[in-house]
């Protein structure tokens, strides 16, 4: 799972709101004022190659994720849980919009249910956990 870039058929939506990079500045100059680059989610999930983004703000614990919220934009979701993590990200259907290695069109981890929006996220075996010790990762 490098989280390189990857030919794939139709669109990419990891072209910008979570390309790879390696300071917050690849992330201004491709989403604009506020773009971070995340390597990982809560010291938990690797974000291989990094992701762009920005942190935006959720109504309330009980809401896991806001459409076109205004931190986002339109045609952007911010997601997360309130407190811990909040950012935006752009919503997929299929793997193949995900178009770099180790990123998966997926719910969110541990708190998304069957019917919500997907996003291209890390797959959810690749933590950090897991990199430092192979014996924390989880049996295929």
Known sequence: MSGAPTPGMGP???EEWGAPCSVDQDCVDLIGEGGVCLHDVLNIYY???GYCTKFCVLPDAMT???P???SC???RICL???GF???CAVPCTDDAECQRDGYTCQILPQIGIEGEPKFCLMQPSCTIPCIMDES???SP
Do not use: I, Q, W
Request: net charge negative.
């Open 68 to 70: 076109d919220d205004p």
């Open 80 to 82: 997360g849980a309130m």
């Open 12 to 14: 990419n939506v990891m």
């Open 85 to 87: 993590f909040e950012a």
């Open 73 to 75: 934009g339109v045609g």
């Open 47 to 49: 974000l291989p190659m």
């Open 64 to 66: 896991k994720f806001v």
């Open 136 to 138: 924390m990762c989880p």
